[in-house]
């Protein structure tokens, strides 16, 4: 098996990972991973054997990995440096800013859905202000642990 076969074995076993934590946030806690929408779970009755087969659909691909990737496990749990962790807050906080507050910005909300009121217009100014400047705040912070 190639370096490449390897990569795309546990890339596999994550997004299987995060699929089935995602099935259990809908399934059994009644909320969408992604939005936090509120939704009705599934009756534990129903649940329990559903989570079963998502947990040995999981093992199952433990083993796969194990088998024809020993020592895959291993690297894949040992934690990244401090830069790996500051990497990737770095990208979520640019996605927030460019996904979440830009959208909120009064004219692209006009341009994509018709006229605000004056009010309206004033609140989301000043949230999408106040945001920016909370979110500035965090990317200062996360620049000077970079560069300590």
Do not use: Y
């Not at 059994?28 to 079963?52: C, F, H, K, V």
């Not at 640019?94 to 979440?100: F, P, T």
């Not at 217009?121 to 106040?130: D, I, P």
Request: glycine share 8%.
């Amino acid at each position: 098996m190639t370096d490449g076969h390897r990569g795309h074995l546990c890339a596999c076993l994550s997004a299987l990972e995060e699929t089935v934590r995602h099935m259990a946030e809908v399934g059994s806690a009644g909320r969408s991973p992604s939005n936090g929408q509120r939704l009705t779970p599934l009756p534990p009755d129903e649940w329990t054997p559903i989570a079963a087969d998502l947990e040995r659909a999981e093992r199952r691909l433990v083993e796969a990995v194990r088998a024809l990737a020993p020592g895959s496990l291993v690297e894949r749990e040992r934690a990244e440096g401090l830069s790996g962790t500051l990497f990737r807050l770095s990208i979520l906080l640019r996605n927030a800013e460019e996904q979440i507050v830009d959208d909120l910005d009064p004219s692209r909300m006009e341009a994509k859905f018709g006229a605000l009121s004056d009010v309206e217009r004033q609140t989301l100014r000043e949230t999408t202000n106040g945001l920016r400047a909370d979110l500035h705040r965090v990317r200062e912070r996360l620049n000077r642990m970079r560069g300590s």
